[in-house]
């Protein structure tokens, strides 16, 4: 009776590990979704001029997921094949260290944490089941290996030399189709800068492991400020001005997206370097906590840098290239198209119209709003190349 009472309870045991360690491909599934699967069909004139342009997305937070970066999937938004197929040459990746549980736009508290959960359920390493600095580092080791096993298809850039010299390689191989395959850059950012544990020497390390661009604060305040979706939503905390000053200093891009009002003034009033907001919207056409005000919009733009327009129902208030594009057409005629880019926050818990390769469905969608074949290039990614040009290290 004991050895069979053993058994079903090693039995129960085997089952719930089973059930955990599949639910974050479920969880994955269910929450990075798209509202229609490829194929998808622009006119030729699209698709020509489409694959004719750099094109760079400013946020995507593939590397919180336990799927292979180099293998096509049938779910979620990003990977490599499929970024291939968007035609991208530069995937901003952000790493998503924690999320407050029942995550809102509203109001979250910073004392609760559903990514721990996943973190466990994917097997990641021990080290990262309580840091947050080091789930941030395993995020780049992931990266990383996937570069290194790439075959020259997806490389890291770091710096304006390794940028430039990437711009002039030319076509990798002939896909199965004879058509060449060009690689992918792939550049690290952080989702927020709780990972620096309230060490200002974490910095260095994150730069050290490959990060140049961060966000201050995502879901919830944090030690360097407040987010547009906290409790308090307040300005730079002392720590955060030393953090913002050790960013600029070692030409680390200052992200605003989620960032509060407060925070976001803060900022600008520091900044001496161009500042970017890798995925968000605008509140002249889509309402919402975490959107830009006009003059925020115009206090960016005078730094010289670019915004990265979302493309969920939050960030433009529907999912359509056409609602993408409206935003964009608000941010070129307040302050010019040379600060409008792509930021679409693929794999980030959200819904989009398409998976990253359907990249043209954009150019499509901007050409049809009677944007030049120039202004069409520079949003694109041509602006986010001269940014990244002027402020990588």
Known sequence: MRKKLTIALLAIVVLGLAVFFSLPRIVDGRMNTVDA???YVVSARAQAMHNSLFVADLHGDTLLWSRDLLTEHSHGHIDLPRLQQGHVAL????????TPRGLNFESNAADTDSITALVMAQRWP?????????RA????EKLHHAAANSD???RIVRTRAELAAFLTTGPLRATAGGKPTPPTAGLLALEGLHPLEGQLGNVDKLFDAGFRMAGLTHFF???LGGSAHGLKKGGLTPFGRDVVRRMESKKMLIDLAHASPAVIDDVLAMAKRPVVVSHTGVQATCLGPRNLSNDHIRKIA??????GIGYFQGAVCGISPAAIVAAMRHVAKLVGVQHVALGSDFDGAVKTAFDT???????????DAGFSESDVAAIMGGNVQRVLLEALP
């Open 37 to 39: 699967k490829p194929p």
């Open 302 to 307: 005078a730094t010289g840098g670019v915004i």
């Open 221 to 223: 305040d944090n030690e």
């Open 357 to 367: 390769s359907g990249l043209a469905l954009i150019t499509q969608a901007l050409l």
């Open 137 to 140: 580092l395993y995020q780049s």
């Open 126 to 134: 021990p080290r990262t089941w309580s840091s947050l600095l080091e």
């Open 91 to 98: 995937q901003v990746f952000a790493t998503v260290t924690k």
């Open 152 to 154: 020259g298809a997806l």
